[in-house]
């Protein structure tokens, strides 16, 4: 059977990405009504509950969830993403912002360049859905995450109950049409609605972390259960964390400036 995982294959991923990157956050704010703000600031909450030495966010995009932690006291945090024109993006708000706690890095969610139980807390904003594994990549995410870290995922769910048709509407043909309005690319937020619908609803989600080796699954719905908000701790072992963050042997992630 095939992995379930995104409906693109990660290369027309990372350029539908490239080609969205201008306009991205002004497309984000548009579609949620501002709402993914506030969405942010809870995950980066949940995310720094326990003080986290280290930060992990994936799929960072323009750093919008990375410069959320940092302004909320995380001590250093580490941003990564596969598409180097949404990294450039995000590089041009950290110098605007002065913030420079957060490193920007380019790789692959997949194939994380950090070694086992290296960083306490892991976030993944609107990220998931657009990996080509949903198991393998909470695995390697699960991986990464030090015994008692924590690993915070922001996504957007399958719509469910009464108001599933009105949503519907909303986004298969408000969406794209605005889409196509504000960045010229109709195609890419056609992809959005279709992803949703495919992903795993918040209870699998949920199911996939416990067999990943989470030992506690917080499950928390948003904006009339369009959005889920996952906060999963890792089980409790002896094996002390790592101090820092190491790229792995053989990583080809690559620092971007």
């Not at 409906?7 to 306009?23: G, K, S």
Request: with cysteine; glycine share 8%.
């Amino acid at each position: 059977m095939a992995p379930r995982g995104a409906l693109q294959p990660p290369a027309e991923v990372r350029r539908m990405f490239d080609r969205i990157a201008p306009r991205y956050d002004v497309m984000n704010r548009l579609m949620t009504l501002g709402r993914d703000v506030t969405w942010r600031r809870a995950a980066a909450r949940a995310a720094l509950a326990h003080q986290p030495a280290v930060v992990l966010d994936v799929a960072t995009g323009t750093g919008d969830l990375a410069f959320e932690l940092a302004a909320q006291g995380a001590g250093r945090v580490v941003a990564l993403d596969f598409s180097r024109t949404m990294l450039r993006h995000a590089a041009r708000k950290r110098s605007a912002s002065g913030i420079d706690r957060v490193t920007l890095l380019c790789g692959d969610a997949m194939r994380l360049p950090f070694r086992d139980a290296s960083v306490d807390a892991c976030t993944i904003g609107f990220g998931l859905r657009n990996l080509p594994d949903y198991e393998a990549a909470i695995h390697e995410l699960a991986r990464v995450v030090r015994p008692g870290g924590v690993l915070v995922i922001l996504e957007t769910t399958p719509f469910q109950g009464p108001l599933a048709p009105l949503l519907r509407l909303y986004f298969d043909r408000f969406v794209p049409w605005l889409g196509g309005l504000v960045s010229g690319d109709r195609a890419a937020y056609s992809y959005l609605p279709r992803s949703t619908a495919a992903f795993p609803t918040a209870w699998e989600l949920a199911a996939l972390l416990r067999a990943a080796g989470f030992a506690s699954v917080q499950v928390r719905k948003l904006m009339a259960g369009t959005v889920a908000l996952h906060i999963a701790v890792r089980a409790e072992s002896s094996q002390p964390a790592s101090d820092a963050v190491r790229a792995a042997p053989g990583s080809t992630g690559v620092a971007c400036h």
